[in-house]
C-alpha cells in the first residue's frame, strides 16, 4: 500500500476520497504545543530529497537498513513535503510523525517550465476552472488529515491571467482557512505580478501580490543583507514581519556560507534580522555524507543550528515515549524481540527529546551522551542511552530531555519509567522534574526506587507505591535486564502545579568511569485513562476482505479505546504458530498476497502497553 503524488492535471481534477482506501488517511491529530511568543521567528523545513516518495511512501512501513529518518522536530514549526510532481501529497508516515510533536505538515503545488505552464493554465484559465482545483486542494488536505500547501509557480505565465493567478492563491487560502482551522498557505518567490518567472530573493512590490494573498512567502536563497533588511520593512509595514521565511538551500546553491554544515552561517544572518527561515533539502546529510553514519552526522547538523533554532515545549498530559524513531534493526515489544530484520516506519515514531546533547557545554571525549540506541529497545526499534562521566563524586549526573509547560490534571497522575543498567555501570537512576506552584515557588519532584535521606530543601521524594498495581502497565517488573518503576503522584489539591522540565540523573559515591544507562520508556498519565483502559484493552469487529481484483486480503477492525492506541501489531497464527505480518497505525491492515489462515490483532496502547490479542479465522 503506497501513498502517491498526482501527476497530471485530470488526476487533480478526476480525484475523489470515494476512490481512495482509508489506511492512507493520518489518524494522528496535531499535538499541543506551546507556541511561539510574538516577535520570535519561525522555522520551515522544506524536505526534497531523491524526488520524493522513497521508501516512507509505503502505509506499512518496508525493510530498509539504512533510511532517512528526520527526528528534530522541537526546531521547527512546520514541515514541507516537496517534490517535483504537479501535486505532493505528503505520504501518511510523514503526517503522523508531524503531528506527533506539534508540527503542521504541507504538500507542494508546483507547476514547472514549458509542461508546467500548460498545466498551470488549464488551473487559472478562468475563475470557475480555478476555484475547482482550489477546491480540489482544499478536499485532498482535509481528506489525508495535512496542514496546508506550498504553491511553487516556476513557470511564465501569461500577462492576463496572473490576476487568475493570484486569485487561485487566495481562494484556495480562505477555502482552507474555513475548511482546517490552523492551516496555511505559502508562496515560494519566483513568479512577478507581471507573469514573469523571475526569482527575487526578497519580498518586493513585484511579489507582494500574492504575499498579500496567503500565509507567508518562502525566498529565493540568493538574498544579501540589503534584500533582507527590505523584506523586514516591506513585511513590517503590513504587521506580517514572521510571515517571510527565508530560504536557506543546504546543498548550498548560491546561498550564504554554502550550505551543508556551515549552514549556520546562513541561518545565522537571517536571525540577525530576527527573520524566520526556511531549510530546504537538509536530506543533504543523508544524500552526501554516507548513510551508515546517519545519526551522527544528523546529530552534528542540527546541534550546529542549535543557538538559532528555539525550542518547543509540551504543554499536554498524556506524555508516554519510547524513544522510537521510527525505523531499527528490529523490533521489541517489552524486551522481547519480536522481529528480526531491519524496518522503517515513521507512523511509528515515538516522541523524541526536546532537548540534546547541545545541553552539555564541555569537550567531546568528557561530554554526557544522550543518543538513541537501535542493538537494544525495549519497545519499538530504539531506546535511549544515556552515558557520561561523574564532574564530580558527590554531584550527580543529570540529562534534560523535556522542557515542558504541563499543567497537572487535579487528579492522580501515574508516572513510570523503565531502564538498563550498563554491567559496569555503578550508579543509582532517578528522574527528575521541575515544577513551579501556583504562587510562583520552584520545586524539585525526585522519584527514585529509595527514599533520600536528607532532601534539600523544596524537594519532595516519591518512592514506587502499591497504589498503582491493579493499572495494566503497573508493576514493578523485569524483563530481559529492563525494570519498570512506577509512581503516583496526588494532585488532588485545588491549587495548580505546572511541571517545567523533565530529566533523568545518575548519582554514585564510588563510580568510576563513563556510566551508561539505557531508557525504554518513559510516561505520565492521568491515572483515570489507565483505569478506563483496563477493561477495553482489546480489539473487536475483526473482518478478513479477499479483494479479489489485487490478489490481496484487507483485515479491518474496531477498538473501544481507539484515542489511547499506538499502533497494533497484525500476526498470523495459522498452523499454532505466531508470526508477526506487520503494525499499522490504523484499524485496517493490508496483506502482500491472498491470506488463508487465522489472524490475531494486539493493540498496543500509550506506547509499551499491550491489550488483549483477538483472534480471527
Known amino acids: 500500500m503506497e501513498c502517491l503524488p498526482l501527476k497530471t492535471f485530470e488526476e487533480l ?14 489518524t494522528v491529530p496535531l499535538a499541543d504545543r506551546k507556541g511561539r511568543p510574538k516577535g520570535i521567528p519561525k522555522t520551515l523545513v522544506c524536505h526534497d530529497m531523491c524526488g520524493g516518495y522513497l521508501t516512507d511512501r509505503f502505509v506499512q512501513g518496508a525493510e530498509d537498513p539504512l533510511p532517512f529518518g528526520f527526528y528534530h522536530w522541537q526546531y521547527i514549526d512546520s514541515f514541507i513535503y516537496f ?19 506539534g508540527v503542521k505538515c504541507y504538500g507542494t503545488f508546483i507547476t514547472e ?92 512590490d513585484k511579489n507582494c501580490i500574492f504575499f498579500d494573498a496567503c500565509d507567508g512567502i518562502f525566498l529565493n536563497y540568493n538574498w544579501n543583507d540589503g534584500k533582507l533588511q527590505n523584506s523586514l520593512e516591506l513585511a513590517k509595514n503590513k504587521g506580517r514581519d514572521m510571515d517571510v521565511y527565508v530560504g536557506i538551500d543546504v546543498f548550498g546553491r548560491g546561498c550564504l556560507g554554502g550550505g551543508g554544515y556551515n549552514t549556520l552561517e546562513a541561518l545565522a544572518a537571517i536571525r540577525k534580522f530576527n527573520m524566520s527561515a526556511a531549510i530546504f533539502a537538509p536530506g543533504w546529510v ?16 542540527w546541534r550546529l543550528l542549535d543557538s538559532y533554532l528555539p525550542s518547543t515545549e509540551i504543554i499536554s498530559l498524556p506524555l508516554s515515549t519510547t524513544f522510537c524513531q521510527g525505523f531499527g534493526k528490529k523490533y521489541n515489544l517489552l524486551g522481547d524481540v519480536v522481529h528480526e530484520g531491519s524496518w522503517y516506519n515513521l507512523s511509528l515514531q515515538e516522541r523524541q527529546p526536546i532537548c540534546t546533547n547541545a545541553q552539555f557545554p564541555v569537550v567531546p571525549e568528557d561530554q554526557p551522551s544522550i543518543m538513541p540506541c537501535t542493538e537494544d529497545p525495549f519497545s519499538g526499534g530504539a531506546c535511549l542511552e544515556l552515558s557520561g562521566n561523574f564532574p564530580r563524586v558527590d554531584q550527580p549526573l543529570l540529562f534534560r530531555l523535556f522542557d515542558t509547560s504541563i499543567t497537572l490534571p487535579h487528579e492522580d497522575v501515574i508516572v513510570s519509567y523503565t531502564c538498563k543498567m550498563a554491567d559496569n555501570t555503578n550508579c543509582d537512576l532517578f528522574l527528575k522534574l521541575e515544577v513551579q506552584a501556583e504562587d510562583g515557588s520552584n520545586q524539585v519532584w525526585i522519584l527514585r526506587e529509595k527514599e533520600i535521606s536528607k532532601p534539600q530543601p ?38 495548580d502545579v505546572h511541571v517545567k522540565s523533565i530529566s533523568f540523573g545518575l548519582e554514585s559515591t564510588n563510580a568510576k568511569g563513563r556510566q551508561s544507562v539505557k531508557i525504554g520508556q518513559l510516561q505520565m498519565i492521568p491515572k483515570k485513562d489507565l483505569e478506563s483502559l483496563a477493561t477495553r484493552d482489546y480489539v473487536e469487529e475483526v473482518k478478513i476482505e479477499e479483494l479479489s481484483e489485487e490478489g490481496r486480503c484487507r483485515i479491518t477492525w474496531q477498538c473501544p479505546s481507539e484515542a489511547a492506541v499506538s499502533y497494533y501489531n497484525v500476526y498470523s497464527t495459522a498452523n499454532g504458530s505466531k508470526t508477526l505480518l506487520g503494525r499499522s497505525k490504523t484499524n485496517c491492515f493490508y496483506t502482500e498476497t491472498r491470506y488463508k489462515g487465522s ?19
Open 13 to 26: 481534477d478526476s480525484w475523489s476520497s470515494g476512490d481512495l482506501i482509508d489506511c492512507r488517511v493520518s
Open 83 to 101: 517534490s517535483h510532481h504537479f501535486v505532493t501529497i505528503p505520504p501518511v508516515t510523514w503526517i503522523n510523525a508531524a503531528h506527533k510533536h
Open 113 to 204: 517550465w514549458d509542461e508546467g505552464k500548460v498545466r498551470c493554465h488549464k488551473v487559472i484559465e478562468s475563475e470557475e476552472s480555478l476555484k475547482k482545483a482550489a477546491d480540489k486542494l482544499v478536499e485532498i488536505t482535509k481528506y489525508y488529515q495535512f496542514d496546508g500547501w506550498l504553491i511553487n509557480i516556476e513557470n511564465v505565465v501569461d500577462g492576463d491571467k496572473v490576476e487568475n493567478l493570484r486569485k487561485f492563491v487566495e481562494y484556495l487560502t480562505s477555502q482552507i482557512h474555513q475548511a482546517i482551522p490552523g492551516s496555511e498557505v505559502i508562496w515560494y518567490d519566483s513568479v512577478l505580478n507581471t507573469g514573469q518567472l523571475k526569482w527575487q530573493d526578497e519580498l518586493n
Open 286 to 301: 543523508w544524500e552526501t555524507q554516507g548513510k551508515e553514519n546517519f545519526i551522527e552526522n544528523e546529530n552534528r547538523f
Open 458 to 495: 523544596n524537594m519532595t521524594v516519591y518512592t514506587p507505591t502499591e497504589m498503582v498495581k491493579d493499572l495494566p502497565n503497573a508493576t514493578v517488573s523485569t524483563n530481559n535486564g529492563w525494570a519498570t518503576w512506577n509512581y503516583c503522584i496526588n494532585c488532588t489539591a485545588e491549587v
Open 599 to 617: 489472524v490475531s490483532i494486539q493493540p498496543v496502547f500509550y506506547s509499551t502497553i499491550p491489550g488483549k490479542t483477538t483472534v480471527v479465522k
